[in-house]
């Protein structure tokens, strides 16, 4: 069966589902609301059931794939937990790359973000998925459990905790010191943290998620390439201002995120500063 995109279901359906994914709604509280929108041949569960991420149909790497080496690993957050785990992916030919420090949403190190890190060990990079979760456990394979423990994450020992996988995966003998990071949603928001806590930093692409205050966002010297949806009040209330913070503008074209259609890209360069690029999706 052809896989719906946004554009099948209600606007109002996506707000309630985005309410949902976020921890504001309770499965139940979106079935009842996202009722009053179903219709004869789709009801309101066949609707939820439809918008939630397919990850078997997202993979694009196996695990087993001979072209990588991947696996689960321990490193320090001396300033959050303690220790905390994530999954290594790196090609297998061996020698030294550039890393990549892969940032989850807000429910842990989930097959698709393992699978992204797989993508980015097939293109030749080392890459490094911290698990928010790993202090409660690690992901428990189900979203909504994932969600509901997330929420009792410690907040400020949750961000250090994934922060601390930068000077780890630097620390790699695989690593050719050169480090970036890509960060989802809530990831997205922990990538313009990193931005802003290491002036060394490659670079930074977040997907969606909060903007840092001005005062750090000046301290950002890495290239950054930013996403926005079009429909994302909470979030592109804040893009503006990022944007005046970090660089001038220029005209020019941006890369896309796999999971919504590009509709409006823009770049924005700068001389002796951050370099961003803002790509606005659908």
Not at 101 to 114: A, D, F, K, Q
Request: glycine share 8%.
């Amino acid at each position: 069966m052809l896989r719906k995109t946004a554009a099948d279901f209600p606007p109002e359906v996506l707000q309630l589902f985005d309410g949902y994914v976020h921890g504001h709604l309770s499965r139940r509280e979106f079935l009842d609301r996202a009722a009053r929108y179903a219709t004869a041949g789709v009801s309101a569960t066949a609707m939820l059931e439809m918008l939630r991420p397919n990850y078997a149909l997202a993979n694009q790497v196996a695990k087993d794939d001979s072209r990588i080496k991947a696996g689960y690993q321990e490193y320090p957050s001396p300033q959050g937990s303690g220790t905390m785990r994530g999954y290594l992916a790196l090609p297998a030919k061996g020698g030294k790359s550039g890393c990549v420090v892969v940032i989850h949403e807000n429910r842990g190190l989930n097959p698709y973000i393992e699978d992204v890190a797989r993508r980015l060990a097939v293109e030749g990079y080392v890459a490094f998925a911290p698990d928010a979760l790993f202090p409660l456990g690690g992901y428990p394979g189900d979203e909504e459990k994932a969600v509901a423990m997330f929420t009792k994450l410690d907040r400020a020992k949750r961000i250090e905790d994934l922060v601390a996988a930068v000077p780890y995966v630097k620390s790699r003998p695989e690593c050719n010191g050169k480090v970036g990071t890509v960060g989802f949603c809530f990831g997205g928001g922990i990538s313009n943290v990193i931005a802003t806590r290491f002036p060394d930093l490659a670079a930074a692409v977040p997907y969606y998620g909060p903007q840092p205050k001005a005062e750090d966002a000046a301290k950002i010297k890495a290239p950054l390439v930013l996403h926005y949806a079009e429909q994302d009040a909470g979030i592109d209330a804040g893009w503006p201002a990022y944007e005046s913070c970090t660089c001038t503008p220029a005209l020019s074209m941006a890369s896309t995120t796999t999971r919504r259609r590009a509709t409006t890209r823009r770049r924005r360069s700068c001389r002796g500063r951050a370099r961003s690029r803002i790509s606005r999706n659908t």
